[in-house]
């Protein structure tokens, strides 16, 4: 079981870049992910990490424009979104907890979230 909480959502323009963080506590070594949810939508795939920060996997919709990473002597994993898009717009949700990653996470796959930061792009 792992605690954790986002920051860094908020509002930006299409073209525009935003980081979200992701401070963990409890366990300092293992994977990471982000997923998004949109209202009346799932909750979608983002991007994942090692426990060491040596591979990562994207969602096919972020992939080139979204860099997840991390800091394991902060505890903290990291998502930089360039290019943001209208559709990027959702809650965004940092996981841990999953034993393996690969290119296609599912939410069943983590055990620990967090509260979700909102991150709204406008036109």
């Known amino acids: 079981q792992v605690q954790l909480e986002e920051s860094g959502g908020g509002l930006v323009q299409a073209g525009g870049s935003l980081s979200l963080s992701c401070a963990a506590a409890?366990?300092?070594?293992?994977?990471m992910g982000w997923f998004r949810q949109a209202p009346g939508k799932e909750r979608d795939f983002v991007a994942a990490?090692?426990?060491?920060?040596?591979?990562?996997f994207y969602g096919d919709s972020v992939k080139g424009r979204f860099t997840i990473s991390r800091d394991n002597s902060k505890n903290t994993a990291y998502l930089k979104m360039n290019s943001l898009k209208a559709e990027d717009t959702a809650l965004y949700y940092c996981?841990?907890?999953?034993?393996?990653?690969?290119?296609?996470?599912?939410?069943?796959?983590?055990?620990?979230w967090g509260q979700g930061t909102q991150v709204t792009v406008s036109s």
């Open positions: 990490i090692s426990d060491s920060g040596g591979h990562t």
């Open positions: 409890g366990r300092r070594y293992y994977a």
């Open positions: 996981a841990a907890d999953s034993p393996l990653i690969g290119p296609a996470m599912k939410a069943t796959d983590f055990g620990s």
